[in-house]
């Protein structure tokens, strides 16, 4: 079984700084994309950055500039460095891995997410 774990969110003041990372645990050979995802309070979970296993990379308008994104693909870890946050920066991000090539059964999965971990920029 596939699981991704995020952690490093919290509060952060305007301007501020946070490191979000997230490990994907299970029998995983590789792993095509993993990505970083935002949800505020009513409203859609959007795009916020992801990385493909050959390091391409794509973010969303709203963070260009301020967000990084990486990613350790020997132990199936991604990073979202958040600079310069704002207010508007405030969501639950979540984790998400697509393109999954298993070791075991069923040997591919389309994408797993994380459990979410939750961004608050406010003074």
């Known amino acids: 079984q596939v699981q991704l774990v995020e952690s490093g969110g919290g509060l952060v003041q305007p301007g501020g700084s946070l490191r979000l990372s997230c490990a994907a645990s299970?029998?995983?050979?590789?792993?095509?994309?993993m990505g970083w995802y935002r949800q505020a309070p009513g409203k859609q979970r959007d795009l916020v950055a992801v990385i493909t296993i050959g390091g391409s990379t794509k973010f969303a308008d709203s963070v260009k500039g301020r967000f990084t994104i990486s990613r350790d693909n020997a132990k199936n870890t991604v990073f979202l460095q958040m600079n310069s946050l704002k207010p508007e920066d405030t969501a639950v991000y979540y984790c998400?891995?697509?393109?999954?090539?298993?070791?075991?059964?069923?040997?591919?999965?389309?994408?797993?997410w994380g459990q979410g971990t939750q961004v608050t920029v406010s003074s």
């Open positions: 299970g029998s995983i050979f590789s792993i095509n994309a």
């Open positions: 998400k891995a697509d393109g999954l090539v298993l070791r075991t059964a069923p040997f591919r999965l389309d994408n797993v």
